[in-house]
């Protein structure tokens, strides 16, 4: 495992792309490389601007108008594009995508009076020739006027490296709307070009030598996959009676139904030959469970329930006369015990999953149960509210809170002497499997108004996990993710400002790992990398340095691997910031990257479990934050961050002032600024200082760049 391990698939979602495309390709990916990536959608400004290519194991560049990837990436864009694949990068090309991957786009060549012709060179070139379509008439935008159910020819030859290739079928049906034939591909085999797959029928162009679909492109020290059908459309995504459909469109989606699972073999068979890790299972569509509001005082959650009620946010709605609170983005019902009801989840899901939808008793059940693209902004999240007792084992099977809340109290008790009020996870939202806990927050803000500080959302799954930047990070079973609200008076904004929140939650997750127990906890390997990661040493390494051969400075930085980031959202009404504090970390699953059992197994340690520590690392973010609201970031915060941290005396290039060279001199305790000193000839400090924002600038910690964000 190197520490530079890519975990990122990175789905284009920038002008040109249409959100039918990209919402396919997010939603194939994530089945087929969940956990081991991390699937998401990246813009044109963050391709243009941001590090994305030291994390990034696939760029996908889905279906959509070629000519719109011309106007936003030609130049720059393709530039680092084309570097990014060169170096050991990964591209998907997907229709489109595939044109665009090519040395010249042919398509609709003659029909300039309809306005369909597109003609040009390309400058990513991965594809030694031309890309020619249509391979099969009938195309309009923004129709299915076009699509059919293309028949393909596997060459599986070119997979006889791949792992799994003996289940890839010798022929499948794929979506096909609008794409094209890659031109004499078979007269590029000396380039590094091999074909994946054939048409088998007769096509509406001249292809030259061979019918190639999809071909596999050497490019460097990477590989490029380009396609002109879209393997990535599940027939479960489809609904035959959409419109605009030709008359024969409910049998193209029956024939792909048909060979979905040759599809899926020949879509694995591609990503591994791209080099990523596939699940050896698809993963199913998670489907959301019920939410659990909880208490160490029962009577804190009716006091709850009372103030949303004298609030006026609680309505009546739905059939059956049931309590609903609309938040800006997700509505919730309030659940009372005995009763549920699925009508509202049924009428709020598209037709095409409806049928899918079943009820269904007690807890630890699903909402809504569907394999196919579900909006699940657009579903109704149940809340029951627990005013009398905890939920037992059997409704959070995996989730204890009786455990919680026990190691809660025992980790409170060790600081008596602090001023802390011990507010923080003394509410506990849960859900088994839920969209986001800090978009469950932060993007309701009526709900958020009303919900007391220190109230603490937490998962044992996410299915749309949010992170800064395309610093996305995965979120299966086995990880820790919680979102606390905070509010930190404007008063303080002078002696103990904002931005230091996401330092203090830094801070938390170090010592409540370290604290965790007695015996051996405090000698785990983790680190911080600016401005909001967590690191630990490659397992490989963790026995060694704990033993003391820690190795010099940039040799050990290089070793550390993510284990998990932080996520910090504000906003300013009545006098104070209202904060949501998310945190993602790996405890118990070894995908993505490493987890905090395989350091612990190293050291012979008891494993973590999920509830005690997140009752430690709250206790200690509660007991830093109101030593912070105190004394601000003093010499004393500032020795205890630079302990934790990777970077101290690390040498960087400043991209943001000319591709100046700098050494990493610490933050600034006024306003938490990164502090660099440019660096002159033979390394030797100018005098010049720079001082670079949290929120405007991204750290390339394996390159050693500091890069301007947007």
């Known amino acids: 495992m190197s520490s530079n391990k890519r975990v990122n698939v990175l789905v284009y979602a920038g002008p040109g792309a249409t959100l039918s495309s990209v919402r396919h390709a997010t939603w194939s990916l994530r089945r087929l490389l969940g956990p081991n990536h991390a699937v998401l959608t990246i813009t044109s400004d963050q ?20 000519l719109g990837y011309c106007r936003t990436l030609n130049g720059e864009g393709n530039r680092r594009i084309k570097l990014y694949v060169q170096t050991g990068g990964a591209y998907l090309g997907l229709c489109a995508g595939g044109y665009y991957g090519t040395t010249r786009c042919e398509f609709e060549v003659g029909k300039v009076r309809e306005g369909m012709e597109v003609v040009g060179g390309r400058e990513l070139g991965f594809f030694p020739g031309a890309c020619r379509g249509l391979a099969f008439p009938g195309f309009v935008y923004h129709s299915e006027a076009g699509a ?91 609904s035959p009676t959409e419109p605009p459909a030709h008359h024969d469109y409910p049998s193209v989606v029956s024939a792909l139904l048909a060979d979905d699972q040759p599809r899926v073999d020949f879509m694995k068979a591609c990503l591994t030959k791209l080099g990523l890790e596939v699940s050896r299972e698809t993963e199913a569509v998670p489907s959301l469970s019920l939410l659990h509001l909880s208490s160490a005082q029962p009577s804190g959650v009716s006091e709850m329930v009372h103030s949303w009620h004298e609030a006026g946010i609680v309505t009546k709605g739905g059939g059956g006369g049931e309590e609903i609170i609309k938040g800006e983005n997700d509505t919730f019902v309030l659940e009372q015990a ?28 699903s909402v809504a149960s569907t394999d196919g693209l579900v909006d699940y ?29 026990a190691n809660l109290k025992a980790y409170n008790a060790k600081h008596p002497s602090s001023d802390s009020e011990h507010t923080f996870g003394r509410n506990i939202l849960y859900g088994e499997v839920v969209t986001s806990t800090n978009t469950l927050l932060e993007k309701n803000a009526t709900l958020l108004h009303h919900l007391p500080t220190g109230l603490t959302a937490t998962a044992t799954t996410q299915v749309a996990g949010r992170g800064r930047g395309t610093n996305v990070w995965v979120s299966p079973p086995g990880s820790l993710m919680f979102s606390t609200v905070m509010r930190h008076s404007l008063s303080l904004s002078s002696t103990a400002p904002v931005v230091f929140i996401q330092y203090l939650a830094a801070l938390a997750i170090v010592a409540g790992i370290h604290g965790y127990d007695r015996g051996g906890y405090d000698k785990l390997p983790i680190k911080l990398k600016w401005p909001n990661d967590i690191y630990a040493l ?14 010099s400075g940039k040799t050990e930085r290089d070793k550390y691997v993510k284990i998990g980031g932080i996520l910090v959202n504000s906003s300013y009404a009545g006098g104070d910031y209202t904060l949501v504090c998310g945190i993602g970390l790996n405890v118990l699953n070894a995908a993505p990257t490493t987890s905090l059992a395989q350091l612990a197994a190293k050291l012979k340690l008891p494993p973590f479990t999920l509830e005690k520590l997140l009752a430690s690392i709250l206790t200690h973010f509660e007991v830093l934050y109101t030593r912070f609201c105190r004394t601000g970031f003093d010499a004393r915060f500032e020795a205890m961050y630079y302990d934790a941290w990777l970077h ?63």
């Not at 243009?48 to 108008?65: D, K």
């Not at 999809?214 to 002109?228: D, M, N």
């Not at 549920?340 to 899918?356: F, H, I, N, Y």
């Open 47 to 66: 391709l243009l601007r941001e590090p994305w290519p030291a994390t990034c194991a696939l760029l996908v560049i889905p279906g959509g108008a070629d």
């Open 148 to 238: 059919r159910a293309a028949e393909m020819r596997v060459g599986r030859g070119a997979f006889a490296s791949a792992a799994g290739a003996g289940t890839v079928a010798e022929t499948f049906r794929s979506y096909y709307n609008g794409g094209g034939v890659f031109v004499d591909a078979e007269k590029y085999r000396g380039r590094g070009v091999e074909v994946l797959a054939n048409y088998t029928e007769e096509l509406a162009v001249e292809s030259g030598e061979g019918k190639a679909a999809v071909v596999y492109c050497k490019v460097g020290e990477g590989a490029a996959i380009l396609t002109g059908p879209h393997p990535e459309f599940s027939a479960v995504n489809l």
């Open 338 to 365: 005995g009763r549920w009801g699925m009508g509202d989840v049924k009428d709020a899901l598209p037709s095409s999953t409806r049928d899918e939808t079943s009820s269904k008793e007690g807890e630890g059940k």
């Open 377 to 405: 902004s657009t579903i109704p999240k149940r809340l029951l509210a627990h005013e009398t007792a905890l939920p037992d084992s059997k409704e959070t099977p995996h989730f204890n809170h009786h455990a919680f809340f």
């Open 538 to 551: 490659d397992p490989t390494a963790a026995a060694a340095a704990a033993a003391g051969s820690r190795g």
């Open 648 to 710: 101290t005396d690390q040498i960087v290039t400043l991209e943001t002032e000319g591709g100046a060279r700098a050494r990493i001199k610490g933050i600034s305790r006024d306003w938490g600024l990164l502090v660099a000193e440019e660096l002159g000839r033979e390394d030797r400090a100018t005098g010049r200082r720079f001082q670079l924002q949290s929120d405007s600038n991204s750290f390339d910690f394996f390159r050693g760049l500091l890069k301007r964000k947007i």
